[in-house]
Every structure is written in structure tokens, then in C-alpha cells.
């Protein structure tokens, strides 16, 4: 161990790194650190001395970190977060909290839950500050990078990616899958779908790059049983647009289907087929259970999606 150089390092190092990798940018930093550019800079550059790395270098018009920054990382996060536990020992109060807590779920989560987390969280805690982004922009690797708390979405559960293994994923409710489709397709009219019913017309398919695909099409396939999909979306709204206007079919959930605004006149047919188990789960860092404040934004959250499922269910 090189105390020589490990005392040239200090906190405010740290946390400037930790932030530079967030925003990969030195005026966005800045403001975020209440700095000057200028002093954010400095810090940086007595960082690379002591690491003899360049940290960040410029690509164009913007900042790319280095492998040695990025793999740094989640041990400054992990160093960063212990830290505040050792100086924050009084007991959590959301009322005096000035701190900032980030969420990311799919457009259509956001539908669903977003209006009463926010009404919620901000009467209680009136001086945070809440950033709700989309799960497409930024996701599982946010988490583990130390720059969003939690996400939450709706997923088949066999789908947690198994290469985060510090990610904590936990159902908070279970729920169905449904087959939507415009109330003049030719299928709309029938009792229930067949299997055959179901594969005869072409599907819009939901991407994500951190899931696995689901259940119920790797089985199909195994029963050589393929869907058409020739289309894929970001999110279950984008999907229910084209619903309205072709006459392709969207998988989706039961929850979503028959709350959003999107689905409104659509029609809802049960699936001819196992599909496995599907829920929305909040996933975090396993870490994050240790910070009063996280513990706090957490059961809010838990709640929140409690009293809107039980809202829908009565």
C-alpha cells in the first residue's frame, strides 16, 4: 500500500470523479458541485497526476472517460456513499432533507405511478429534488455507476440481467399479460384467441437491451411456433398508437392495458398460451438499504405502488 500516494488523494477528488462520471462534462459539474469550472479542473488535473491517467479525454465535442475512470467507478461510489453513512448518524427527516433521490421506469410506468409518487414524496419532503427518467435513456448500469437509486417496470420475471450481480431485484406486484388490438381488427370479435388466431397476424415487440427475451416467446419458439414481429418499440404507449391505427396485435400488461390513456378503445383479449409470471419490480443496488434516506424513498415507493394497484383492483 502507497500511503505516500493514496494521502495526495483526497474527498473532494473523489467526489469530482464521481461526478465527472455522471455528467462527463466540467460546466454541468460545476454547477452541480457549486464550483467553478475552473476549480473543478484543477481538481482533475491533480487527479491524473496522482493516477497518471487523463481520466476524461475529448471525442469531438464531447468528454469520453477512460477504462481506468470507468473502473473506478462504483469503488468511488461505494467509498462516496460509506462515507456519508459515517457523517450522517441522526436519525433521518424527511422534512429537513435537501438531498437528491433519481427513479427510472418506462414512459408507460410512468403513467401509472409517477402523479401520486410525486405528490406524495414532495409533501413529506418538500426540499428534495426528484428526477424521474425514462428507463430507455438510462438504465441498469446507472445503478451500479452510482447515478440513479432505483428503477421500476414491469417485466417478465425471468428476466433479470444475471451478469449485475449487485443488482437486488424485489416484486412489489404481480400481474397478467393481454393481447390488444384495435376495435375493428378482424380478431376483435372473436370469444377467445386461438393459438393459431394469435400467430396468424404480425406483433409489436417491446426493446430493451437489459432484458432477456420473454418467456412466452422462447417457449413459442421452442414449439416452433414464431411470432411476426416486425416492428419494435421503446414502450407500451408507442405500441398502442400503431395498435390504433393497423391491425397489429401488442403483448402487454394487464394493469397498463386498462388504465392508460393510450389503450383507451382498444380491446383486450386473454392469451391462448402459459406466458409464464410477470410483475413490476423495483430493482436497486444492494448497497443503497444502508442510507436512512434511500430506506425512506424506498418504502415510499413500495407504498405508492400498493395504493395504486389496490385503487385499480377495486
Known amino acids: ?28 459539474s460545476a454547477k452541480r458541485l457549486c464550483l467553478s469550472p475552473s476549480s473543478v479542473s484543477k481538481t482533475l488535473s491533480q487527479l491524473r497526476l496522482s493516477l497518471d491517467d487523463e481520466l476524461f479525454y475529448r471525442h469531438g465535442n464531447k468528454l469520453v472517460a477512460t477504462p481506468l475512470a470507468r473502473r473506478l467507478g462504483p469503488n468511488v461510489h461505494q467509498i462516496i456513499h460509506d462515507m456519508n453513512l459515517l457523517i450522517t448518524q441522526e436519525a433521518f427527516s424527511p422534512a429537513d432533507y435537501e438531498g437528491c433521490f433519481s427513479l427510472a421506469m418506462r414512459e408507460s410506468t410512468f403513467e401509472l405511478f409517477a402523479a401520486k409518487l410525486t405528490a406524495k414524496v414532495l409533501l413529506q419532503a418538500p426540499n428534495i429534488k426528484l ?20 428503477i421500476l417496470l414491469p417485466h417478465d420475471r425471468s428476466q433479470p440481467p444475471i451478469s449485475l450481480h449487485d443488482l437486488v431485484w424485489e416484486t412489489l406486484v404481480n400481474d397478467e399479460m393481454v393481447c390488444l388490438m384495435n376495435a375493428e381488427h ?12 394469435y400467430l396468424n397476424y404480425s406483433h409489436i415487440g417491446i426493446s430493451d437491451v437489459d432484458l432477456n427475451r420473454p418467456f412466452f416467446e422462447l417457449k413459442l419458439e421452442q414449439q416452433a411456433q414464431n411470432r411476426a414481429t416486425p416492428l419494435s418499440v421503446a414502450d407500451f404507449g408507442s405500441a398502442a398508437l400503431m395498435c390504433h391505427h393497423s391491425e397489429l396485435l401488442f403483448t402487454c400488461s394487464r394493469h397498463w392495458a386498462e388504465n392508460a390513456l393510450q389503450a383507451k378503445g382498444l380491446v383486450a383479449k386473454e392469451l391462448p398460451f402459459d406466458y409464464g409470471e410477470v410483475a413490476y419490480s423495483l430493482v436497486w443496488h444492494k448497497q443503497s438499504m444502508k442510507d436512512p434516506a434511500q430506506r425512506w424513498f424506498y418504502e415510499q415507493l413500495k407504498q405508492v405502488t400498493a395504493e395504486q394497484f389496490n385503487d385499480i383492483t377495486r
Open 1 to 28: 500500500m502507497d500511503i505516500a500516494k493514496l494521502s495526495r488523494i483526497s474527498m473532494k477528488h473523489l467526489i469530482t470523479l464521481h461526478v465527472m462520471l455522471d455528467t462527463l462534462s466540467v460546466t454541468e
Open 131 to 150: 428526477d424521474i427518467y425514462a428507463k430507455d435513456n438510462i438504465g441498469f448500469e446507472g445503478i451500479v455507476k452510482g447515478s440513479l437509486d432505483f
Open 186 to 197: 378482424p380478431l376483435a370479435s372473436v370469444g377467445k384467441l386461438s393459438i393459431d388466431d
